[in-house]
């Protein structure tokens, strides 16, 4: 079969799993391309100019210019959940099918480290470890956390992530739980024994809060200078959503002014940072590289999904979790 494959920017697919690569080349030929983060429009068309399958990753840039440029490209599959980089509208004009990971693949992987970065950061794991490397075992009563049974736990988002920090928060450590979501009806949250808020109410009665949030124009910068300033001052901040949903800059003012007393972060703004971002200069800041699907059970579900979608569009059947469903109507 005469078809060309683009994996575009993915440090995980086929690398962990190399026998999903080898799966799609038994389909055509397949490459691998490392571009820009921010590449887009003609320039990505033609870099990519006669694969008609690429697997994508968060970058580069799929936008109404690309495809103008593109020639025929039959499938873009998502080698994850989040597709903001991508023009869907665009797409689905070109004739384009685009495919996400189903969520319930991510789902354990992501919500276990944002516990995971919670507790971290509640206990100060990461800070006295490093002085027992140091040799200074002596000042470990400088390292005095908190429990996270009985705290109030705000989520921002409860869709397939934040549904289940809910409820290991709720179940495995008995947190109060309460929840700002503004896309589900009440009922969807209570029916689990929490608490709906007003993103306000959360923001002023929360010790800790879990982002799990996609990103929309609406909500960018969601947690800004403003809503720093209503929260408790000791807050704890865990964020493996979207890095845009935080304003960095007044994230540090509420460190420097004691109002956050960690953070736990796996996205950035823009990613990736070097070594000289700010908020490394935080001892009390965990930042880890967009690592929460990095899990060998999650990446190889992912990588299984990404396979399956290219074998279906090949054999002319219809993938699961089509984006643009509205494709086959045309």
Known sequence: M?????????????????????????????????????????????????????????????????????????????????YNNIDIEAATEKGTIVTKVSAPVEQESVAENAVALLMNIMRLVQPASL?????????????????????????????????RVGHILKNGFDADIMVYDPYLCENDITQYG??????????????????????????????????????????????????????????????????VAGAGLDVMENEPIDAEHPLLGYDNVIITPHTSAYTYECLNGMGIKVVTDVKRVLSGRMPDEVINKKIFDK
């Open 194 to 259: 929490l608490k709906v808020a007003s993103l306000e109410e959360l923001l002023k009665k929360a010790d800790a809060i879990s982002i799990n949030a996609c990103v929309t124009e609406d909500n960018y910068h969601l947690l800004d200078k403003k809503e720093f300033s209503m929260m408790k001052k000791g807050i704890y901040i865990v964020n493996t959503a979207r890095g845009q949903l935080i304003n960095e800059a007044a994230l540090i003012e509420a460190l420097n002014n004691k109002i």
């Open 131 to 163: 002085k027992v490397r140091q040799g200074k075992w002596s000042e470990r009563a400088s390292f005095i956390g908190n429990e996270l049974k009985n705290k109030t736990i705000g989520i921002i988002g409860f869709g397939n992530i934040g549904s």
């Open 2 to 82: 005469n078809v060309k494959i683009a994996v575009v920017n993915s440090s995980s697919f086929g690398k962990i799993f190399p026998e999903h690569v080898a799966e799609l080349q038994n389909m055509g030929q397949v490459d691998r391309f490392e571009v820009p983060k921010d590449l887009e429009g003609k320039k990505l068309a033609e870099k990519l100019m006669g694969y008609s399958i690429i697997i994508a990753s968060v970058t580069a840039l799929y936008n109404k210019e690309f495809f103008e440029y593109k020639d025929k490209t039959l499938l873009i599959a998502r080698h994850g959940i989040g």
